[in-house]
């Protein structure tokens, strides 16, 4: 399809396992971002990509969280050793050029929802 | 720092009713702000926005003005639809350049026929 596509939508894991969580964005947007949904929170900010590199990582909440991003296009989000405190939904979203440039509109996926039992 | 306070919910209206939903932020130097909703089964999209003070963003009959000093950008609409039946999300840019949207907690919308 043509927007932000996420997979897996649902995901149910147990304490300690390594869960991967995908995003692919709207084809040709250079920028991507990874938000965290907990029940009752905003938004909040993970991780952004400009192309492949990441170069704000700043809201990732612990070293057990990492994020890669190939061919400028598709990206991982990877949770080893999940807690319970993990759970929520995970959204992607992507922009053509990046927020700064573009001021504020962000593409967003419908989220992976994980919960960690 | 940077930060976005909404109006809890949820809300329930009546189709046709007036539609407030409070916004007010902190920021460092001057923001842009956003309207952002979700629809049911859909991911968060861009509503309005307004990128300075007194600046109104509309769109789909909803209004928000740009209030600086009041900090804040409340969102309206006259007379709502159940098609308006959504989440909405206040954000805000911190500064010229910065590359993070903050947003609030969210306010979901139910309106009956």
């Known amino acids: 399809g043509a927007g932000v596509s996420q997979s897996p939508s649902n995901k149910v894991t147990e304490k300690g396992k390594d869960v991967e969580l995908r995003c692919d964005p709207i084809s040709g947007h250079t920028a991507l971002y990874w938000y965290r949904q907990s029940l009752g929170q905003g938004l909040e900010f993970l991780i952004y990509f400009q192309g492949n590199s990441a170069p704000d990582k700043s809201g990732l909440p612990s070293d057990r969280f990492s994020a890669e991003r190939t061919g400028g296009s598709v990206s991982t989000l990877t949770i080893q050793r999940t807690q319970q405190e993990d759970s929520a939904v995970y959204l992607c979203?992507?922009?053509?050029?990046?927020?700064?440039?573009?001021?504020?509109?962000?593409?967003f996926g419908e989220g992976s929802r994980l919960t960690v039992l | 720092g940077n930060s976005v306070t909404q109006m809890e919910g949820p809300v329930t209206l009546s189709e046709e009713a007036f539609l407030t939903i409070n916004c007010t932020y902190t920021?460092?130097?001057?923001?842009?702000l956003f309207w952002y909703v979700q629809y049911p089964g859909e991911g968060l999209q861009l509503l309005l926005k307004?990128?300075?003070?007194?600046d109104k963003g509309s769109n789909k009959g909803f209004e928000a003005t740009y209030r600086k000093e009041t900090t804040s950008f409340h969102l309206e609409k006259g007379s709502v639809q159940v098609s308006d039946s959504a989440v909405y999300f206040c954000a805000l840019i911190g500064r010229t350049g910065a590359n993070n949207l903050f947003f609030g907690t969210g306010t979901r919308l139910t309106v009956i026929p």
């Open positions: 307004a990128t300075k003070a007194d």
């Open positions: 979203a992507s922009s053509p050029t990046g927020l700064a440039a573009n001021t504020g509109e962000l593409f």
């Open positions: 920021a460092t130097g001057y923001p842009s």
